[in-house]
């Protein structure tokens, strides 16, 4: 069976996995699928979990919150923030929810200062207008 090579960037590690015989992704036009000696092929991830077979017919599934995909020469690279691996459906949907929630926790987080930090500013410019009024 014809396989290729996946390699996987994030900002602390990288992980080659060999003997990838498909990969199902998904970007901004839907779900795609690559196998051994497919065409040069680029594309944007979208935030979601992606599997890979291996030669020995095992799934393995991915969870990544986005990513650039370069399809080239018999080798898939993906670059990302961060990445996920697992064996286990169940386990990473679990893992990518968990990821997930964080991130929103961090998003409400950071707006809530930027909103008291644009008003502390509000403040302090209305104050100073007016005393040099």
Excluded: C
């Amino acid at each position: 069976m014809n396989t290729f090579s996946l390699q996987l960037y994030d900002a602390t590690q990288q992980q080659r996995i060999d003997n990838v015989t498909s990969f199902v992704g998904e970007d901004d036009s839907g779900s795609f699928g690559l196998q051994a000696h497919h065409a040069r092929f680029m594309t944007t991830l979208v935030f979601g979990l992606f599997r890979y077979r291996l030669q020995t017919e095992e799934w393995q599934y991915m969870a990544l919150p986005g990513g650039v995909l370069y399809f080239n020469k018999n080798e898939l690279s993906i670059s990302t923030q961060h990445f996920l691996i697992d064996n286990d459906f169940e386990r990473i949907s679990a893992q990518l929810q968990q990821q997930l929630l964080a991130e929103e926790e961090t998003l409400i987080a950071t707006r809530s200062s930027l909103q008291k930090m644009e008003q502390s500013m509000l403040t302090r410019l209305w104050k100073l207008q007016r005393n040099n009024s």
